[in-house]
């Protein structure tokens, strides 16, 4: 009887799918292997305004010496390192002018957005010159566009991130509470205080929440910030700077090592 030449023919297909798989296995780890290249994204908080020594190259984006992209690297070495954070940044500034340095042999991804999109900067104007009902009114403006419109935004920038970046681990850096509350503190009332503290919640958790969905890492800087928001009385952040208007609000150098980077550190 002729022997059927199906078990020869089965066995011959296995080695070759086999072999395939293990090949695209092998490139593929290779290729994660040499992802090693940080990159950092984002806007003022990423490029350190407010903790000065910037680099000449970074003109009006202020790209600090002391911010923690670029502490990170300077510990770590990566095999390449580019800082595009830049002062000022929204959501559509990142996508059309921040992500050419993303390849697949980026290995970190590092951005924080979305304050800007908010009217971060407007609503601390409003609330430091109005009255506290101006103050609430501008926050509720704030409020109903990252409930709304800023998830679609930032869904916008994650993904373009994962496309060019398909094999960096992504981690997305909140913002802090700016008060601590219950203590004497002269400038805004404990009322102003409080809604900026509850809107810099929502920011975070909306931030959160969307790079949890894109599989990303959520950097929560609120716990190392914790026991140093303006009026603690040792302050990672500046408050109004009526000497350079630019660093308000902003987090000091101090924010940056102490607040900010060893986030980074934990999950990078």
Not at 61 to 74: D, E, G, H, V
Not at 144 to 165: F, K, M, Q, W
Not at 214 to 219: A, N
């Amino acid at each position: 009887m002729r022997r059927s030449r199906l078990p020869l023919f089965l066995g011959t297909l296995l080695l070759a799918v086999s072999t395939a798989l293990t090949g695209a296995t092998a490139a593929q780890a290779s290729q994660q292997a040499a992802a090693d290249g940080y990159v950092a994204l984002g806007d003022s908080y990423s490029s350190g305004v407010g903790a000065g020594s910037y680099t000449a190259e970074s003109g009006d984006c202020k790209r600090s010496t002391k911010a923690y992209p670029y502490l990170w690297q300077a510990a770590n070495q990566p095999s390449s390192f580019a800082f595009t954070a830049c002062s000022g940044a929204r959501t559509g500034d990142v996508l059309s002018g921040q992500l050419g340095p993303l390849s697949t042999t980026t290995g970190l991804v590092s951005i924080s957005v979305g304050g800007n999109d908010a009217g971060f900067a407007d609503v601390m104007t409003t609330c430091v010159l109005q009255s506290d009902s101006s103050c609430l009114n501008r926050i509720a403006t704030a409020r109903a566009y990252v409930e709304s419109t800023l998830p679609g935004r930032l869904d916008s920038v994650y993904s373009a991130i994962r496309d060019r970046a398909p094999n960096a681990e992504v981690v997305v850096l909140g913002y802090p509470r700016f008060y601590q509350l219950g203590t004497f503190c002269v400038g805004l009332s404990e009322t102003k205080r409080k809604a900026i503290n509850d809107a810099a919640d929502l920011l975070d958790n909306a931030i959160a929440q969307r790079a949890g969905a894109h599989g990303f890492t959520f950097g929560d800087v609120r716990t190392t910030f914790t026991g140093h928001e303006i009026c603690s009385g040792n302050s990672w952040l500046h408050s109004v700077d009526w000497l350079n208007i630019g660093n308000s609000y902003h987090p000091k150098a101090a924010g940056q090592s102490g607040g900010y980077l060893p986030v980074l550190e934990a999950v990078a």
